[in-house]
Every structure is written in C-alpha cells, then in structure tokens.
C-alpha cells in the first residue's frame, strides 16, 4: 500500500506521468486539481517543462528561465533528469535509470517525439545536431563558434525555423531538402515557390531535390556533405531537422499496441490498449494520426484529465491541423486541404509576384463549400478562412472574392461576426442563432427594429445589440443591399458624425441638434445617445431640464432599475478601498431601508430595492457619511478594481491601490458610448484581472503596463499590450488620450474592444494616434479630458441640494406615499422581489 | 343597476407640474397610470402603467418619441414601444395596454377611472 494517504482518509490515487514537455506540463496542471490524487512527472530532460514552440527564441536572445513554463502545481513531485526505463504492467509500476522503482494506479505516457535523422553516413561527426531541446540549441550554439556555414537538412515547418535560429547565428544559411518544395506537408506547389523565393531572397540558399549521401571532411569548411546528383556542399555545421517520430518505445516494450509506423494507439478517451495507461501529444497515435501540433495536444491532455477526474463525456476526436506562423519573417497560414486532394475540390489562386503575396483557396466540388487554404506572405484572412472551413460556412457566390484584393468594397464583409458559424448563439436572453438572424435578415428585415420584430433578438437584456447590429450590417452588404448606418429614422448620420457636429457647431441641445440635423421628435436610441455626446462634450449635470426627457430611466434618476421597478443604489468605492466606518454607513442605510445587499464584481456594494421617491432619502444618508454616486447607472466609467498592492502584498511591486483610486477619482463620471471598466494590478501575477477591463494597468519593475479594449461580459476578450515601463505621468496621459478618442469616435453602445478591431488599422492604427499622435489630435484630446475632469461634480450631491431637482423623485405624482403593490419575499434574510408564481 | 358609465374623473396633477416629454405616474382610483404631457401641440396622454412584458409598472419612465410616425413611449425594461393613442405595442400586434381619457380642466389634469370604461360585471355575477 502507498504511504501517502488522502486527508479525508482515502488513500490517494497515484498519477504517474512520464514526460515533462509541455502537452505533460499541461496534464500535471489539470490534474493537481483532482481530489485524491498524486501526481509524480519523471522527465529525461534535466529541467523542468518550458515553451519548445518558443524555441527559437533562444537564439534570439531568450533565456532558459523566459522558456520556463509556470512551475507544475506544489501538490505534484517533478523528477527532472530521471528517465523512465521501462514499465511492468502487471505490477504496475515504472523503473528508471536511477533504479527508482515507482507504482502507479494510472500511467500517462506523454513522451512526445524524437527528430528523425536519415540515415546518412556521418550523421554522428560532431557537429551534427538535432533541434528538439535546450540542451540541443546549446550544443548548436556551441558549433557556431568559429563557424561560417550552416546547413539545415530538411525544409519543412521546423527545418525553416532552424535556418532561422542559424541565421540568427549569423551564418551563411542553406537548406537541403529531400522533397521538391518547401514545406511539402502544409503548402502547395505554388506556395511553396513563393515562401522559397521570399527566403532566398533574405540571403538562405535554398536547395531541394537534394539527396544527401554521405557527410565527409571538408576542405574549406569542417564538413562537406555529398548529394547523390554529384553536387557537394562545405558547411562548419549540420542541423537535422527532417522530421519527428513519435516516441513509443516504452510503450512497445511493454507490449502496448503501436502504430505500424510509430505511436501509441489510443481511443478517444486517449487511453492505450491498456486501461490504466493514457498516451497524449506527439507519442500517441489516434485513428492512425499523430497530432505534431501543441494545441491538439493539450486536447489531449484535458481530456485525459477530465477522464482521470471521472468525467467519461471527455473525448478527443482527432483535430484541426491548419497552421499559421512567422517564418524566416514570412507569414504563412496552411488550412485543410491545402493540396486539393479532396475528389471534386478545385482551387483558386491568387499571385502577386511584386508585393510577394501567395493565396489559394480549395472549394468543394459545388463551389460552396471552403476545403482547404494556402497563404504566403499575407496572413490576415486566416482566421477569417479557417472559421469559414471549420463552420462549414456557405461561401459567397464567387469564392475568389475570399482572396482577391479587396479595393473596391468587394468580397465578403470584414467583421469577425461572418467568422461565426450559423449555430453561434447571438442573443442569449432569446436563444436566438445567427442562422436565425440570418434567415430574417434573407426574409427582408433590414433594421435593427425589424430583426429585432422578427426573431426578438437582443429585446431581452440588449447586451447583443452591437452584434446583431453588426451582423445586419455584415449580412446587407453581403447581398449588396446599402448598410443605414444612421443612428436611428431621426438622424440621417452616425454617433461619430453627430459628435464632430456637436463640437464643431458648439451645439448644446437635443433640440438643437435635431432642428439643424434631423427630424421627428427622436427616440429612445438618439436621445440618450445625444445625450451621452453632450455629456461627454459639455459635462453638463445631466438633471438639467433640457436634458431630463432624453434620458434613460437610469440616467434620470440616476439608479438602476431592477426588473420590478424598483431601483438599486452603488455607491463610489474607489479602487475598492473602504474604511470601517463607511462600510457600517452602508450597513446602516440599507437596514433602514431594507435594501438587499450585494458585493459587486468591481469591488463596491449594491444596494437594491429603493423606489423612486426613497433614493434622495438614502442619498442624503450616503451624501452625509461622505460616499458620492459611483455612476452605476450611467454608460460611464464605472469601477477601477485593484489588488492590494504593495502596500501589504509581498510580491506587489507599485502601490496599485494608490493608482486605481487617482485613476478613478480622475475619470469618474466620465460620459462614454459604452460603460468602462478598469483595473490596477501591483504586480503580474494580476489578481485585479487588469486584462479583462477597457483600460487595464500592471505594475511591474520597470512601471506600469498599460493594456486597453479588453472585456469580460458575453463575448470575453483580452486586452492589447498597449504600452509598457510607463511612470505615473505618462500613463494617465495615455489614459486621457485613449479614453477620449474612444469617446470621440466610437459607435453607440460599442464597446471598446469593437471599437479597436473595427478601426482600420486597428492597435497598430491606435498606437500611431496615441502614442506617435499621428493625426496630431493629442493636444485636443489632453486639453477635453482636462476640460472634463475639471468641471466634475457629483450628481447626487447637486441632486439633494437643488429643490427644483428633487421634484421629480416622486412615486406617484399624486401622492406621498409608495408604491404598495409592490410584493418582496424574504430570502437568506434579505427580502427580494416575489416570482409572479410567488406574488399571486 | 347600477350606471356602468359615469363621467368620473381624477385629477392628478396641474398641467405645470408635467414636464415635457417626461412621464408622471398616478393612482387613479387603484389603477397606476402613467401620464404623459408632450411638447408642442400634441397635449397629455394616459395609459397603463404596467408593462405587460416585464410585469413591472414602469412605463411613466420610458423615453417618448415617434417611430414609423406614431407617438410611443419606449418601456426601460425590454424596450418595446407602445402608441400612446392606442395602447398598441408597435414589436407585438398581439399586445396591447389600456390607455385612458385624459383631459386639462382649469390647469388640472384628469384622467376618467377605469372602472368608468369596462362594465363593473365579474365571470360568476355576469
């Protein structure tokens, strides 16, 4: 029986794991987490799991400890440098080369490859090598000392990244490859001439068709290799990279099925022919494949683990190997079938020799269908492309639209929505596909109102709106049918358009504005969105009486209405820090009136349940014991969370809740398209979640990292790396800059993730205006956020103190008292409203 | 019997206390209505408080304007819209709220009861 026992007395089950590469690494990860049981990972290589995808970036100046993957989980024992020798299935144990003997309940072999080296005379002279480990590039990088001459053999995806690393090396660079062409498994004929002619023109020399025969003594150089055609080369080094195998030695030894050509079989469980052993990454075989790729392996090893934790629904059914990458400095993106090899598949090709742009696409026999794609020198509609073939997308009814320079407004719409397949679920309040947008935008919708009248889309919580919207766009331009980007029926221009007329023309009212530029009386989309533009132009206090019938309800009485009516109250926080007493003031004011108490996501406390006529009540309370309206209800900036920092945290490296309380206190109440959102993390291990948040800062060593356009919501999304080693000064001056561009140029209700990825150009575009002030716009943009800043006031505050203001907080115009039809049920000791099967 | 139709009406509140395009809500009798006076010429409109999609009586606190040429207000719950002379919602033609006479008498507004338009008859009396 095993020593170590689980803490709830059940004795652990004991993982062992042979390999530490990263598809390993990443199972260990998983699985730590499963209750009850004990990992230990033995791996041949003398250090612990890092990034061999990033490989080359050693030579590129990259340290072992930057390829370092995060430590394996504390629970897990890693034996680095101790190789596993052989396994006996029968006592279920493994021995290794340091005669350790250890038992397992479940085997996991994740042993990865070796790189094929043909069997060429003089394989083993010294200076020939491999490119697989650390410890290979050392020796590599050991060669290239006094060396003038490198030769990779082999000119697939991992030869070109040797003869990259080589010429990092600064050595003349050649490439002999066996097989006609360049990268044979992923491009076609024409690709690969084109990624060639692109290499060869960075100075590599490129041979194929090449045999080697024999490497002998050279004369020039240490070696000269020998080509069964009669040509020779001289070269001081010799790099194989002509392929991996999986490696499946263990496996076959111990009597596991294999593979005829290598690798361990496995079902789709990743289990091999033996039920206690798992197999998964580049050593297992699955349907007579093997996944040379990380992402398929780490499939693997989530579906291992989710088996391992009992979850038998786990399974691996094989994967995608499309691939893009940086090459010698070249793109280049494989999809599919990128050798029409498919029966009936035929292809378009699009070449342009003076740009050096290579793309192809393979269709289906009809023509509707994406099978495959080729791209060299231009990557950008990868993503687009793979989307289209992983989701089985119809194609447009030319599909050489798809790779054709786009110049005059043709070929299927930009938008990251027309990558979604039909199944992607759009509004989740409806349950509404985009298939079912789709349909009615085909039946003759063609507004918002319309799509919305038909399939109901985004009338619930209206969070999909943009989407929908965007979708709309995407699908009428698709059937060539001119895209309204009007604001609504009122106003013939977009939210951009009417914020540059509003400055310009000094406009200062709904009623201006539609008497010079529109028509009706407006509605519940343009009021609020003039609204929002005056406000963000003017900052007026948004009670004032002009503006008070353009408002949403939440604006108007500047709470948050729930679904019964009622209104919820969130108090400013800022950065989360509160003091005992204010937090007891809070406490005290929701008992007195009954408030039922959250904790928000951004660190501050909602207060939920007051109606109309009870909220200067409360907030005269709040007002008194010093709290400010936190703009809960407006589509301002919101919250700016922090961790602790290092103030109390021993690993904080900036005082991040300093920051996010100057950043908060610098733009709260800041009027904006969208609400915004931010956070302050005092070192990288980002506990504020900086990254999910519009504008997002980490501290580090140097400064501050300012990240921007990230979101959580429906459709999460990381921020950009926008700028790095920033003092105080400069990051809220980009800060200023961003926010107020975005405030100038975004669409209503667009987020500023969209924002960035619909400006042409997108972060590179926004760098160039922030940072480089490309439009010479920076100035403007400090001197209206100054402006802004400068003429803050709390709302709340000016609420409570003008008698002409406070008129309208009444429930009923023609009465005092409440609303008592109201009907709440009490809940885990806080009353909530009733369910309408409650209420009758 | 009892007249079914009689001429009463509420008062609810002045005429200026009603800001422009800005609703009010009232109890007449014990319906909520939601009045609306807006601006220019086209005068005071009540209707259902309750938005028969959320239940919730909110709809003194929608947004007023015009779509497709119709006067509506917009409930701030799921944002369909309701003709104010007809009560029709303009996203469903199956729903449509009650709207009410209102009139201003001497800077009063009034709103005529309920319980003045539908008979005061119940399923089991009738």
């Not at chain 1, 590129?60 to 020798?85: I, K, Q």
């Not at chain 1, 043909?118 to 083993?124: S, Y």
């Not at chain 1, 683990?305 to 629904?313: E, K, M, P, T, Y």
């Not at chain 2, 002045?14 to 109890?27: F, H, I, K």
């Amino acid at each position: 029986m095993t020593a170590t026992t689980h803490r709830h007395g059940l004795p652990n089950r004991q993982v062992v794991v042979v390999g530490n590469g990263m598809v390993g690494h990443r199972f260990v990860e998983l699985a730590a987490a499963i209750p009850g049981v004990a990992i230990t990972v033995l791996g041949e290589e003398p250090r612990a799991a890092y990034d061999r995808v990033h490989l080359s970036d050693y030579f590129a100046g990259a340290s072992a400890s930057d390829l370092a993957l995060p430590a394996a989980p504390s629970t897990a024992t890693v034996r680095a440098g101790e190789r596993v020798t052989a396994i006996d299935r029968e006592s279920k144990a493994v021995r290794t080369d340091r005669g350790r003997r250890i038992g397992y309940d479940t085997l996991v072999l994740a042993t990865g490859s070796y790189p094929f080296v043909p069997p060429i005379d003089g394989r083993d002279l010294p200076h020939c090598h491999v490119y697989r480990t650390i410890e290979d590039l050392d020796a590599i990088a050991a060669s290239g000392a006094g060396a003038e001459v490198g030769v990779v053999v082999g000119g697939g995806l991992l030869g070109l990244e040797a003869a990259n690393a080589l010429t990092n090396m600064a050595l003349a660079t050649h490439v002999v490859e066996f097989a006609p062409g360049l990268m044979g498994t992923q491009l076609d004929d024409g690709g690969g001439t084109m990624l060639r002619g692109m290499i060869e023109d960075l100075g590599v020399a490129v041979h194929t068709g090449k045999n080697t025969l024999r490497i002998v003594p050279g004369e020039a150089a240490r070696h000269r290799m020998e080509f069964a055609d009669g040509d020779s080369l001289e070269t001081d080094l010799v790099v194989f990279s002509a392929g991996i195998r999986p490696r499946d030695e263990l496996a076959r030894d111990c009597g596991l099925a294999t593979g005829e050509r290598g690798g361990i079989a496995v079902d789709e469980s990743c289990r091999t022919s033996d039920p206690d052993i798992f197999a998964i990454g580049e050593c297992a075989l699955y349907d007579g494949r093997i996944f040379g790729l990380v992402a398929p392996g780490y499939e693997m090893a989530k579906v291992a683990a989710s088996v391992l934790a009992g979850n038998g629904d786990a399974t691996f059914h094989g994967a995608d190997m499309s691939t893009k990458l940086k090459l010698l400095g070249v793109d280049v993106g494989s999809i599919g079938d990128a050798h029409c090899r498919t029966r009936g598949a035929s292809a378009y090709t699009y070449i342009d020799q003076r740009t050096r742009v290579y793309k192809r696409i393979v269709v289906n026999r009809t023509g509707k269908k994406l099978l495959g794609a080729v791209l060299v020198g231009d990557t950008a509609d990868y993503g687009m492309l793979l989307q289209t073939m992983l989701n089985e997308l119809a194609l447009p009814k030319h599909p050489d639209t798809l790779i054709l320079p786009q110049r005059d407004g043709g070929g299927m719409p930009a938008g990251a929505v027309c990558a979604l397949p039909d199944s992607a679920q759009i509004c989740s309040c409806h349950d509404v596909s985009k298939g079912a947008i789709v349909a009615a935008v085909a039946d003759g919708a063609s507004t918002l109102g319309a799509v919305r009248g038909c399939t109901k889309a985004s009338t619930g919580c209206g969070g999909c709106a943009p989407l929908v919207t965007q979708l709309l766009n995407a699908e009428l331009e698709a059937r060539g049918i001119e895209i309204n980007t009007d604001l609504c029926e009122h106003f013939p221009h977009t939210r951009q358009e009417l914020y540059h007329l509003v400055r310009v023309e000094s406009i200062q009212s709904f009623d201006a504005l539609i008497a010079a530029h529109g028509r009706g009386r407006g509605c519940d989309i343009c009021k609020p969105a003039v609204t929002s533009i005056l406000a963000a132009c003017w900052n007026d206090h948004v009670l004032t009486r002009p503006h008070a019938p353009l408002q949403d309800t939440n604006d108007h009485f500047l709470a948050n209405m729930q679904k019964n009516g009622t209104y919820s109250i969130v108090p400013r926080v800022p950065g989360g820090e509160i003091t005992p007493d204010k937090l007891i003031a809070l406490g005290e004011v929701a008992k007195k009136y009954d408030l039922y108490t959250k904790v928000t996501g951004g660190q501050r406390i909602d207060l939920f349940g007051a109606q109309v006529h009870e909220l200067p009540l409360i907030w005269r309370e709040l007002i008194d014991a010093g709290f400010e309206t936190g703009h809960a209800y407006g589509k301002a900036v919101r919250t700016v969370k922090s961790c602790v920092g290092s103030t109390w945290c021993r690993y904080g490296v900036l005082d991040s809740v300093g920051m996010a309380i100057a950043i908060e206190n610098r733009y709260k109440g800041l009027r904006a398209p969208h609400k915004l959102k931010f956070a302050v993390s005092g070192c990288t291990r980002e506990c504020a979640e900086a990254q999910s948040k519009d504008v997002g800062v980490i501290a580090t060593e140097i400064g501050w990292n300012l990240y921007v356009c990230g979101n959580g919501g429906m459709r999460p999304r990381h921020a950009d790396l926008f700028a790095t080693g920033l003092d105080d000064a400069a990051l809220i001056a980009l800060i200023d800059r961003f926010l107020m561009f975005y405030i100038r140029t975004a669409d209503r209700l667009q987020r500023t993730s969209v924002w960035m990825e619909n400006l042409e150009g997108g972060l590179d575009y926004l760098k160039s205006v922030i940072v480089e002030d490309s439009l010479g716009l920076v100035a403007d943009l400090e001197a209206e956020m100054a402006h802004v800043v400068g003429t803050y006031e709390c709302e709340w505050k000016a609420t409570v103190e003008d008698p002409e203001k406070l008129k309208r907080f009444r429930t009923f115009v023609n009465s005092d008292e409440g609303d008592d039809s109201l009907v709440f049920v009490r809940e885990r000791g806080q009353r909530r409203p009733a369910l309408a099967s409650e209420a009758a | 019997m009892p007249a079914m139709y009689s001429a009463a009406w509420t008062t609810v509140c002045d005429l200026d206390a009603l800001l422009p395009d800005v609703g009010v809500r009232a109890l007449v009798g014990d319906t909520q209505v939601a009045v609306f006076r807006l601006s220019g010429p086209d005068g005071v409109f009540a209707i259902d408080a309750f938005d028969p999609f959320s239940g919730a009586p909110v709809l003194s606190r929608g947004i007023v304007g015009d779509v497709k040429g119709q006067l509506v207000v917009a409930s701030p719950i799921y944002k369909q819209h309701f003709n104010l002379h007809t009560g029709q919602c303009l996203e469903d033609e199956a729903v449509a709220i009650r709207t009410f006479p209102v009139r201003v008498v001497d800077g009063h507004v009034q709103v005529r009861q309920p319980s003045c338009v539908y008979p005061m008859t119940s399923p089991s009396s009738a």
